[in-house]
């Protein structure tokens, strides 16, 4: 039996928006990590993509110097996050062990409270069995559930990567196997704008930008939920641009 | 000559006792026999027209409620038009209309019985029974907008494998337990002044129905001590259930407010809701009393204009303090600043769904206080059955604003969207609203609509007492 981390873990990530180009690799990797049903062009465009992350495209500047603004915004991961208190079956718990905000298929029965009440709006829905073409089936990860229908469903923080690095450090003794983990977000991002880590360790290369970056800010921070999740832009503070 | 001045006075105070008699329904004793005989006779008599009525909402029903329930059921919640981020639509907007309505049912009956309107006694059953029926179709929205209906007993607390009990922080839990509770107490409120008059139908009936009512009315031999303590009980539920239902509105509310959802996130949520609920309650009450009014037999002697008068005045003063509470609403939240509550109140005034905004201002507002303040138009049944419809209208459109229009418009504007109900979820609607009608029907052919001994109770307490040369009604305290 895998020996139980004596501290509890607390992952989190940093986005560069300086350095994201908004070429969505990382929404394609989190799909294929994840079996994210795809739900047709049609159901895409009406705003049910079962997508756990997403690059919101602002525009910045007056006509003609207009420019593109993108923002990776998946789940958050927060503290205190409002889709927990609202499920009334415990679908959407906090873990101890990651510090992360699971979603538990099971016991979801599809209230859909948690997704009004998260202010990223991070989450998604099943809204109908979507089928898997036959070649398809056969890139179905292993490691993650396939969502039915009537169940809500987020970012996970590739638990189950987490979970396998666990596993290996605890088996092999070597704790800093752990720290090696990412997601496929982070590991897909061809300009390096995600990076994810254990912000509890002293070592890490995201504790210090997550905690001390001055271009450090987290979105809705007004709000109270605490966000795992950094974002790095452009020097000042919140948001400010050069 | 001083003879004949008394004639005159004698005739004009018979004219004057007749208006009276004819005014209130109070002054107007018939025999009791006569009186009860006019109930039965109303609960017993069915047209074609009526059966045709029955079968036409029980086919609405099979079809537009658990039809499509079905279907959507087997295919999936995706046939509804909701979708990220507004994750509720019709469905809860239904749902909370039904609870505000079914709950001033019983708070219109309760509150009037404790301050003794004696206005009150023809009706306070055909509230009651509003009440019931309206929470039997709301409480069904909780289970139809389900992802998984078929998993709805997570939410039950019982002892289970899985070890788990719900989430008492969730709000959705809490309403779960409110709606349960009011249910029951409303029921028990409905059924206990009931029982008399159940009596009275045993004694009346023969066959199969003199066996259902002798069950109901649980030996009711009307002596001194049964009437004593059924008041006593009256009494304590019309007391209890008041502080229940501005509890449980005000946990209905809080599915909203509890959220961080902006627009929602108000304190003020709470009793606006109440008086929502209230003001289209009581609309709902004046709607039904004039379709009973008008279809059954004999009630144009127990429903008549001074109970419409009388409504409409509570309609005003409801309607003017609802838009007391719309109007707190925009001002906390202009002065909390909150942008983005800021953009959402602009955006229901301006945006691409405005219309039902003004919808909502027009029907709850303009609407009431144009009209109702007007004794002629508040004694016209007809004229107040449609003032109230458009109440009601108002009320769906103000809980429409509030849950998937603010949904739309949250704090990320990538995010924006706008939601499109489905012909589905209309139809799941219009199907709840003919299960009313339909258990209403039936209802009114199954148990006494009119609370036959609380009339004959008031007709007894009401005298004309000569006061001078004028005659002044008086009530005397029966208890």
């Not at chain 1, 795992?228 to 000042?236: A, D, P, Q, V």
């Not at chain 2, 008492?168 to 009931?194: G, H, K, N, Q």
């Not at chain 2, 409801?318 to 909390?336: D, K, P, T, V």
């Not at chain 2, 006061?467 to 009604?473: C, D, I, T």
């Amino acid at each position: 039996m895998a020996q139980v981390t004596e501290q509890p873990r607390k992952w989190g990530m940093v986005i560069d928006l300086d350095l994201c180009t908004g070429c969505n690799a990382c929404v394609t990797a989190c799909a294929m990590e994840n079996n994210i049903h795809y739900t047709g062009e049609d159901e895409v465009a009406y705003g049910r993509g079962l997508y756990w992350m997403r690059i919101q495209r602002y525009w910045h500047g007056e006509y003609p110097n207009v420019g593109p603004e993108f923002t990776p915004m998946l789940c958050q991961q927060c503290g205190e996050a409002p889709c927990e208190p609202v499920c009334p079956t415990y679908a959407s718990v906090h873990s101890n062990e990651e510090q992360i905000n699971l979603q538990v298929y099971n016991r979801c029965i599809g209230t859909r409270y948690c997704a009004n009440n998260c202010p990223y709006h991070a989450r998604v829905f099943n809204f109908f069995d979507y089928e898997i073409p036959a070649p398809m089936n056969a890139y179905l990860n292993p490691d993650v559930t396939v969502r039915s229908r009537g169940v809500m469903e987020k970012c996970t923080f590739c638990v189950h990567r987490l979970v396998h690095a666990r596993i290996d450090a605890d088996t092999q003794g070597d704790p800093s196997l752990e720290n090696e983990v990412t997601t496929a977000c982070a590991q897909a991002c061809p300009t390096n704008a995600i990076m994810f880590g254990d912000l509890t360790d002293e070592n890490s290369p995201i504790r210090t930008l997550f905690e001390r970056s001055e271009r450090g800010f987290q979105i809705m921070e007004e709000l109270g939920t605490f966000p795992s999740i950094t974002y790095l832009k452009g020097g000042g503070v919140y948001g400010g641009r050069d | 000559m001083a003879a004949e001045t008394s004639y005159l006075t004698g005739a004009r105070a018979d004219l004057e006792q007749s208006e009276l008699a004819e005014e209130h329904l109070m002054l107007d004793p018939r025999p009791r026999e006569e009186m009860n005989q006019m109930v039965m006779e109303a609960m017993t008599t069915t047209t074609p027209v009526y059966w045709a009525w029955v079968g036409g909402l029980a086919l609405i029903v099979a079809v537009c409620l658990f039809g499509v329930w079905g279907y959507m059921t087997a295919t999936g919640i995706g046939i509804t038009g909701i979708r990220r981020p507004v994750f509720w639509g019709v469905f809860i907007v239904t749902f909370v209309f039904w609870i505000g309505i079914s709950h001033a049912g019983t708070f219109v009956s309760a509150i009037l019985r404790v301050f003794k309107a004696e206005f009150r006694r023809p009706f306070t059953r055909a509230a009651e029974l509003m009440t019931t029926f309206g929470l039997a179709g709301g409480a069904m929205y909780p289970l139809i907008h389900l992802g998984r209906v078929w998993t709805f007993y997570y939410m039950v607390p019982y002892p289970n494998a899985r070890w788990l009990w719900p989430n008492m922080r969730s709000p959705l839990v809490w309403d779960f337990l409110a709606i349960t509770t009011y249910l029951l107490s409303s029921t028990i409120y409905l059924y206990l002044p009931l029982i008399p008059d159940l009596a009275m139908a045993r004694d009346r009936t023969t066959g199969l129905r003199h066996r259902i009512y002798r069950l109901l009315a649980l030996g009711w031999r009307g002596t001194e001590a049964e009437w004593h303590r059924l008041r006593k009980a009256i009494n304590i539920f019309a007391f209890a259930i008041i502080p229940v239902m501005f509890s449980v509105h005000t946990i209905v509310s809080w599915d909203f407010a509890v959220g961080v959802v902006a627009g929602w996130h108000s304190t003020i949520f709470g009793p606006y809701f109440i008086i929502g609920a209230i003001l289209s309650g009581v609309a709902a009450v004046v709607t039904i009393l004039f379709v009973l009014r008008s279809t059954m037999r004999n009630f144009k002697y127990f429903i008549r204009p001074e109970h419409f008068d009388a409504l409409g005045k509570l309609l005003l003063v409801f309607s003017m303090a609802w838009a007391y509470f719309f109007f707190n609403e925009y001002l906390l939240s202009w002065y909390g600043g909150e942008e983005a509550v800021q953009r959402i109140l602009t955006l229901h005034a301006t945006g691409p769904s405005a219309w039902v905004w003004y919808l909502m201002l027009i029907c709850n507002v303009a609407i009431p206080w144009l009209t109702l303040w007007n004794r002629r138009i508040r004694r016209n049944p007809l004229a107040m059955f449609f003032i109230t419809l458009a109440i009601n209208v108002g009320m769906y459109a103000e809980r429409y604003t509030i849950i998937p229009l603010t949904l739309g418009h949250q704090r990320m504007p990538f995010d924006w969207g706008i939601y499109n109900p489905s012909i589905f979820e209309i139809s799941i609607a219009i199907g709840t609203m003919a299960m009313f009608c339909l258990l209403y029907l039936l209802a009114s052919r199954a148990i006494p609509l009119i609370p036959v001994w609380e009339v004959q109770e008031g007709q007894m307490a009401h005298s004309l007492k000569k006061v001078g040369k004028a005659h002044v009604p008086s009530v005397t305290e029966l208890e």
